[in-house]
């Protein structure tokens, strides 16, 4: 019978032969569910310890877009942790974790305030719209690329007024026309894409919440850092940012589903002095702060039930980042790293990059025009064929003209891995072979 199963296994593409993994015995399965939890004791973090040991994730494809990217083993197996109640004394102290060490990673202090939520990256948005700024009043946004233009869709949508600084593509806003634009007119709030996923551009975090602190202390500051946060270095206290909101599938290494926003002491001051209601249900601070009050505090509380999984697998990244080897500035360090051999091996094959200048180029990701002659359907499916995926353009003036490679993460930390390598090796082949068909 079990020469059969593997037979069978080996004549359908994808199965894995039955000998690729072992089921217990009936007998040795525990018949009490905390025997299968994520356990808290000494003894059953040795057996959880023990059952991950084992655990390797599936043979797949590497995913290198600029998010969702590569997740580590810890963090899936996590991510497997069995159903569990998120009022279950268990769970309380994981979520607790997860709120005190997301601001390690943004160095920000304990007045800091996050908002751990079931949601995208894009809820981040409607919690900045929706609490921090009151119909009708103004609201700065420094665009350089696609989601600049979707975070002031979204302000609008909850009745702000909306000015925009436009950089040209592949640049960032200069920091000399947020100056003026901030003594020509009072701006509640001032947002930015640290990182622009849809362009590979990296705006100067620090020199703009200096420029604000400057000419409009009163101003709020708020960093859209989706495609940033553990990739680039944030110093929330530090530079005087007031809003960091992210999302779990990039940097941090976790599969997409959690929302993730921290506030400042200034930012939480000003959500409780405003004059309106808050104009978003699910996203209303005055329903999650109880929450998270709660959880951190070591009780449970209830508004909307939060996803407990993906939570647990949070917890994992969190400490794999705050809690081990290699350090934040080591981790930054090695994105810088593996930024500047992936965008030197572009430049050796002759590819330019989106970003106009090196200033302006992100660390945890590289967009790359394509060589003339070739387009996305050229080279994308060769380097599929090699086991790599990458991600096409999508600024919508210039989607077609570029594609994007994401490095961050595991990828970039751990070197045994050789993503980096994969990921330049393919992308060799796969240009030569797409040239070599056209004849450019």
């Known amino acids: 019978m079990l020469s059969r199963c593997k037979s069978l296994a080996a004549a359908i593409p ?3 032969p039955v000998s690729s993994f072992s089921l217990p015995s009936s007998s040795s399965i525990p018949r009490t569910s905390p ?4 356990p808290h004791s000494h003894s059953r973090t040795l057996s959880a310890s023990a059952r991950m040991s084992n655990f390797k994730q599936e043979p797949h ?13 810890e963090v899936l197996y996590a991510n497997a942790h069995p159903s569990m109640s998120h009022v279950s004394p268990d ?10 060490m997301i601001r390690e990673v943004l160095f920000a202090g304990p007045q800091a305030q996050p908002f751990i939520i079931s949601g995208s990256g894009t809820l981040g948005w409607d919690q900045v719209s929706a609490n921090l700024v009151e119909p009708g009043e103004s609201v700065l946004v420094l665009n350089s690329g696609y989601f600049g233009d979707s975070f002031a869709d979204c302000l609008r949508t909850y009745g702000a007024v909306v000015d925009e600084l436009h950089a040209p593509f592949g640049t960032a806003v200069e920091l000399s026309s947020l100056e003026a634009a901030l003594k020509s007119k009072k701006y509640k ?15 100067d975090a620090k020199g703009i919440a200096e420029v604000v602190k400057s000419a409009s202390p009163e101003t709020l500051v708020a960093l859209d850092g989706v495609c940033s946060v553990a990739s680039e270095e944030i110093q929330m206290d530090a530079w005087g940012i007031d809003v960091v909101l ?10 997409p589903g959690l929302s993730i926003l921290v506030a400042s002491e200034k930012a939480m001051k000003v959500f409780e002095a405003r004059k309106s209601p808050v104009t978003s249900y699910y996203g209303s601070w005055k329903k999650w702060l109880p929450i998270m009050r709660a959880y951190e505090n070591g009780s449970a509380a209830y508004f909307a039930t939060p996803p407990v999984n993906l939570i647990y697998a949070f917890h994992t990244s969190l400490t794999q980042l705050t809690k081990r080897a290699p350090s934040l500035q080591e981790r930054f360090a090695l994105h810088r790293e593996a930024s500047a051999r992936v965008k030197k091996a572009a430049e050796e094959l002759g590819l330019r990059q989106l970003p106009l200048d090196s200033k302006y ?3 945890g990701m590289t967009a790359l025009y394509f060589p003339d002659g070739l387009v996305a359907s050229d080279l994308l499916p060769r380097l599929g064929k090699r086991d790599v995926i990458v991600a096409g353009g999508l600024h919508k003036d210039h989607k077609e003209k570029y594609f994007r490679i994401g490095h961050m ?32």
């Open 35 to 38: 025997a299968l939890s994520l």
């Open 91 to 100: 769970f309380i102290p994981v979520f607790g974790d997860c709120i005190r």
């Open 409 to 440: 993460g595991v990828s970039v930390v751990d070197k045994m891995r050789g993503d980096i390598d994969k990921v330049i090796a393919a992308l060799k082949e796969s240009l030569a072979e797409a040239k070599a068909s056209k004849n450019v």
């Open 14 to 16: 994808g199965c894995r």
């Open 361 to 363: 180029a992100a660390n």
């Open 246 to 255: 992210t999302a779990s599938q990039k940097g941090l290494g976790v599969p």
């Open 189 to 203: 709030l001032v947002t930015f894409t640290h990182v622009d996923t849809s362009t590979g551009v990296l705006s």
């Open 61 to 73: 494809k590497l995913l290198v877009i600029p998010g969702p990217i590569e997740v580590t083993d």
